[in-house]
């Protein structure tokens, strides 16, 4: 080496740094309690678990607490549901809560169209009674109503229930579960007597053969992807969804059925399993009704017919048909592509029925599995005192009302004897000004709900708007009279129930901003102003609540009578219900009907079925494509008032709306993608990014749901039986393509 | 209700909001755990032993295991402590824009860890190691000085700038973690075992880089760096394009502001220097332009190089940058124009003094060649990047047309014409979408950057009609040279938006 390159290395070695404070910034040091390495710069002094506060998989998270306070996640490891893993909204869990768009104090708007001005919380809940409370007392009942969420703690939705029913004494609430889950509720009451999934995720492990359903599993919910793979049985899976999504990449079986045949696809199985012979009759002699009409019914569902319908070809229909009735263990899953349609409640019975005809329900691996969509739909569905009285009760059974009214000791006369509305005819009542003043929970409608058109319009019409919310800028917010700053999942107590019946913990281990207090607390405070504080005096708090809660489920289907408080749930990684007091099965992953005994009345599952129903708006000459919606990204949750809190969230979404368009049909209208196209329906016209692919079927397009301007297109249609939203289909058109493409700065 | 109890209700529930106390109402889960509880998840996700002599630790990605869900970028980001949306992995996905063969395969990707880093190649002051036991290409946070030189020679868009810290940081195989036996965060974190740290014998990873091939469709050719991932169960289409799901996407690149004023003024003030020496050399001192001629030469050759440090994150440790002469062209750059700026001086000095003759004409040569080496370093730091739209032809042309339009400017406007028709001839032809043979470029040109590309057509055509009219009238050079300047600078922010940055597959609509 010459002495000058010895010169030089001998610089390079003083000169070149390879620590400092940058370096120091990053180091990792060993977690405690089991943790792998963990950032120093946040390293916890202790961890606690508690259920996600996104979808209903109901994963556990780790927090990561220093000084009581949680400073990181990591998946828990020890849960049942997913083993140490998370989606990347559960690892990002945590950045929701530190946004500056948080709503940290009253805000009272006195003069429409001008900023709210912030005000006390004793402020706040007098306005609260003294602007509804008139209205009800001149209007009546019928007047007021709330709209909940799937968002919140069981103990909040019972507790807020409870008040606006029977503290307030208001006819009508509902939630925005109807437009996510209403129709597999509505199915498995007609079909299995109670709002019951009777599975476990272990089935997806257990499974020979997995049909998914309108199911874009491996985005829309990771976690449950990851159990399918976990499955040993080197399983068929099957995807049925007109589009070629992440889920069907992963397939071994794409049936990409024409949009809306799904109902027929499932009629015509049925008849070709029926011709074939490939159904269990003992089963359907021992433990279902109906069958010989059902069968009668299906005689019309001949195999051409079908296969025209569906666009699926005879042999595939047939090889579906011999794979289903093969005595394999088969499960059918279905989301949102069954759940949002105009005639959802058949199509999601067709699929039960699939499943009672090939004795594929109450065993391993089998199942008409509805998964769920948020983190509390579960919970809501029996202790939201909306569709169903506290506990999964009746309001037109005078037997459960008596029961509640004990249970609560509250006179038997506050409860309604009547049904509420579903949210869309609440929404059709403050149009027609029958009801004058709403109270918004936890949802952000003026982006979701369908056709939304001028949903802002429609709130200015009511008197009075109260908007109850983590933050106080949404589109629902920024129409609100009254703002209530409620506190966020992870800063605050209280159970979810995930997709598959299990009971999760969820903690406090962050502080709210300012004054924002729990939705349960806001609750008790205006019970208290109200004047009605008394009867809540037992629901002190959310763990009391859920005592209360135990005692409603008491007889039901859905019995948690046994459960010995929340340190339980927690240490036993959750509890699926049933769960009575005199349980004997404590298995951590259990399924219902291994007894072939469903909770009708005479305990049998009758096959459920109608005719076809025509589509209310069909592609036609003016509005030549179908338009589709769906989830665009892992990342993103549905209206994004949370995820776009977080950085990496976002970067992992689309930037911008867009258009997923075939490539037959873009080249017919000279678009290509990034391009600007206007795409319009009867309803709105929008001006969006183009993004030319083929996993979109040609005649169809596909925008995510994640951006306020989707449901400026969709067409307000309604399942009859379920009253959930038509979301996934509407008639639309493109009638301008920006050909400059300075449009796209 | 009374107001006093309302209010004591009030402050319970404020106050109780407040109070967390999780930790003594549940137990502590893992009390007595001595090891990550996660490791048995792991276990066969990362190798048992050290790499040998001629191996190295790579990536190994099942795309058919991946689905998407992204949790590995999350994962990175959580748990490496990283700032807001900073994260070393990136999940993007490929499409088949094909009628009958609809297809999509999302692909998870962090950096390669190469077997020939370009962003250790290019750095000028050796702020990267490639660790000889492992193949980890790791930064030296502290060593680095924010130059950002790495995040255009790395092929693969990976070591990414943090504008609050001033400097690159990127994915370092989480080697602290693998050096415990721990698997990356990326890998702990995928529900589908789809990442995986293998051991990689360096001869593969050097044989698979040869020719044209390349990690995915439309990445940039290994041979540039030979990556060290190992992507598995690519889906292949015969006969179908398979693109980035992003691929539409025109978003214009970042404009490097100060680089596009250094790039410019060096150039124009080399040119300047360079004419007046010639000017001097060949015509004599008579017809020489004068003084000032040569001062405006330095003193935009001083405003040049301000220039160039703003666009450093850690200015201050910018001595750093000699370092890495030995590779770096941009610390060569850095060097040359540092003593080209002290030559332009004494230049200036030896003018103003009226130096003997032997003196003024070595210094006025120094001056003269030093800014021509100068440009050409400048030259070859984008060349470097193996840029398509930046290659030899294409930045020789540019850099060099500027120099001698600017710089002829005073003396030979002829010259200064002749070069700046050229130029802007070039650049017609390069923004028209069916003849340049950069069409990606053209179409970011005449859509996001049309305005920009307006601005520099108008300011480009009033440089010659002045420079045109200086030659009857002498007073419009001064003009004609400001407009030629700043139509150049425009010209400059184009030749670095309009660039396709070479990258792993993105997302939908950009990412």
Redesign the interface.
Known sequence: MSSFSRATEE??KR?????????E????E??V??????????APE????MICGFCATGCSL??H?RE??AS????N??YPV???????KG??ALAPLKSKDRATTPLLRTDRGKAPQAV???TA?ETFRDRLKPIIEEHGPESVAFLSTGQICSEEMALLGAFAKFGMGITHGDGNTRQCMATAVRAYKESFGFDAPPYTYKDFEESDVIVLVGSNL??AH??M??RV?QNKRNPEIIVIDPR?T??A??ATRHLAIKPKSDLTFFYGLAHLLIEKGLIDKDFITEHCDDFDAFSDHVKDFDLASVSERSGITEEELTSMAELIGSGKRVSFWWTMGVNQSYEATRTAQSIINLALMTGNIGKPGTGANSITGQCNAMGSRLFSNTTNLLGGHDFEKEEDRRKVAEILSIPEERIPTQNSLPYHSIIDGVKSGKIKGLWIIATNPAHSWIGREDFAGVLNQLDFLVVQDMYDNTETAACADLILPA?AWG??DGTFINSERRIG?V??????PG????DF?IV??LS??W?C?EWFDEWKTPEATFKILQQLSKGQPCDISGIDG??QI??EGGIQWPYPEEAIDTDQERRLFSDGHFFTDNQRAPFIFDTIQADPEPPCEDYPLRLLTGR????QWHTQTRTRQS??????????N?VEIH??DAVALGI????KIEVASRRGSIRI???????VPKGSVFIPMHEETTNQLTLPSFDPHSHQPNYKSCAVRIPSVFKD??E?? | ?S?VS??N??DE??E???S????E???????K?T?????T?YRSLIPLSKPGEGEQYNFEVDL??C?????C???C??????D????WRD?GAL?????T??????VTTACHHCHDPACANGCP???Y?KDADTGIVHH?????IGCQYCTMTCPYDVPKYNAR?G?V?KCDM?Q??LK?G??PACV??????AIRIRIVPLAVVINRARGGSTLVPGAAPSRITKPSTTFLNLREHEGTATVS?D????TPAHAHLPLVIMLVLTQVASGILLFDVISRFFAGDAASPGLWHAVLGAGLAIAGLIAATLHLGRPLQAW?SF?GWRKSWLSREILVFGAWSGAAFAYVATLYLELPGFIDNSIALGAATSGLAGVFCSVMVYVFTKRQFWSLPQTGTRFGLTLLAAGSCFVFPFISLLALATKLGFEFFLRSETRSPFPHSA?VI???L?RIWSGRVILGSLALALIAGSTVMPTLAFPGFVALVAGEMLARALYFQAVKEPKMPG?????
């Open positions: 610089i390079k000169v070149r740094t390879f620590s400092g404070p940058l370096t910034s990053l180091v990792r060993r977690g309690y089991g943790l792998g390495q963990v950032p120093s710069s946040v202790a961890t606690t678990s780790n927090l607490l009581g306070e990181n996640i990591t998946p490891f020890d997913n083993q140490g893993m998370a989606c990347p690892w990002e006390d919380w004793q809940a491996c985005i990771p976690i992807w990851q793979l070629r992440e889920t990449m992963q506190a800063e605050k913990i903690k406090k281990v962050a502080k709210a004054k924002a207090l729990s607390s008790r405070l208290t102003v004047g504080g929340y340190r927690d240490e665009g990204s892992s990342s950085a990496v969230l976002q970067k992992l979404g689309a930037k911008e867009y490539p037959a290509s993608s990034g391009q990014k183009s993004f030319v692919n083929s996993i493409n300075k796209l700065d | 209700m107001l309302t209010k209700l009030i529930l404020l109780d909001q407040q967390l106390t999780a930790v109402r549940f137990s502590q889960a893992h009390e755990a090891t990550p509880v996660l490791e998840h058919d295991a689905s998407g869900c992204k949790a970028v999350t994962a980001h959580s748990l490496n402590g990283l807001d949306g900073e994260s999940v499409i088949t824009p094909d009628l063969q609809p297809s999509q395969q999302t002051t050796l702020a190691e030296l946070d502290d060593q680095c810290l400097i940081r989480c602290s973690r415990e721990e698997a702990q974190a995928c529900p589908n075992e799901a691929d539409g996407n025109l750093r370092l179409k005449n859509g996001p049309w997302g939908i609509t950009g990412s």
